[in-house]
């Protein structure tokens, strides 16, 4: 059995959480029996967290509790101060009651699998040490890069979970870099594993009018360094004088009003609403180019779905996508933080849109656009877990 642990996953306390983690796990669904932690962390109250740190000012007994359970996933709670105060006590605690947990079900596990190294590998690393099994971690890079830089006292527990890992899955190229810079090489593998999405036609790339797209849940804009764009599209404006901007997403009140007053009067830039996501790959194609410039993205499964739709993008330098297009024309990397040189990427959508389109249709019929559809991830998954394991093919699903 393989065991996930993730904070990742939509479950009875937060429906709202990506879908990535569970994608990966549905991949493999069949291969090896499954069972899955959905974790999430809480804050505890001010009266709860003086008391316990008065009774164990090294590591605070803070509540851990079962939220939901089924056969396939378990949901539960922990308590533990905000700004990573108490992180490695609080994540070793965690462990010592996933493990009374699954001892209580029955369950023995051939491999745990920690989904982000900075969090869930915290817990990953106990349990194979408790069971004296292999363990598995993922690389977020949004998560991942943050947590190591806001804790360096933790770098030699995060540089031995790097090294222990049976295998370390990496959504992007850049993050597994950060960390073998960080960390040193590996012995084990390390595994590029984009993220999955549904929608991974292949469609061919077709001349557009000077339109560039953007979409994300309009809660997400400060995030998503809107702001910055919109700029950027009217700066863009100066050169390509009919370029527009289409910002999709859905969003309350206050995100559609607070979106409309950095457009201003400007002509370059309109909301359109949400598009379904079944959709998106559609309105794609009719895009020159599709654009986003987060502040912090760890794979942006959007710049794929763009890809394969036959739409060239522009995305952050060194987070998202970042190592996977090296040198090539249709994806564009720029300073977030720069709206000039975002201008500049822009425009060179509208005025290359041919060339960058070509480079693009060639890429889309070439074995390396195969890698980032859902039957090729789910291969690489299932290969580097059941390496990991030691076994050349997926076990009886029927063992335990």
Known sequence: MIVHLSADLPDAIDARKS???ASHIASIEGEWPQHSYSLNRM???AARLVAAMARNPIAPELPVRKVATGPETTSVSYAAPPKGIYHRAMLVRLAGWVAQDMAGRGIQPQLVHGHK???EG?????????FDIPFAISLQ????????????DLKPLFGRIWREAAVVFAYSPWIASLMESTFGPREGATVLLPCPTPEDRILPPREAPPQVLTAFHLRLRKLKNIETLVEAVKRAGKTQPEIELQIAGGGDAEDVAAISAMIGDSRHSRLIGPVPHSEIQDRMNGMAGFAMVSKRE?????????LLAGCPIVYPRNMAVDGYFDDLPFAIAVDPDDASEIAQALVRLVEQQAFLKDALAQWQQSPAAQLFRRDAIAATYRQGLADAIGTTEASDPSAG
């Open 43 to 45: 804050t505890p109250g």
């Open 117 to 119: 190294l900075t969090v």
């Open 141 to 152: 890079g949004n998560t991942d890069e943050r947590i190591l830089r806001a804790r360096p």
């Open 122 to 130: 915290i817990v990953a690393h106990e349990l194979a040490q408790r």
């Open 19 to 21: 879908k990535v983690v």
């Open 298 to 306: 760890s794979f942006g499964l959007v710049f794929i779905e763009a």
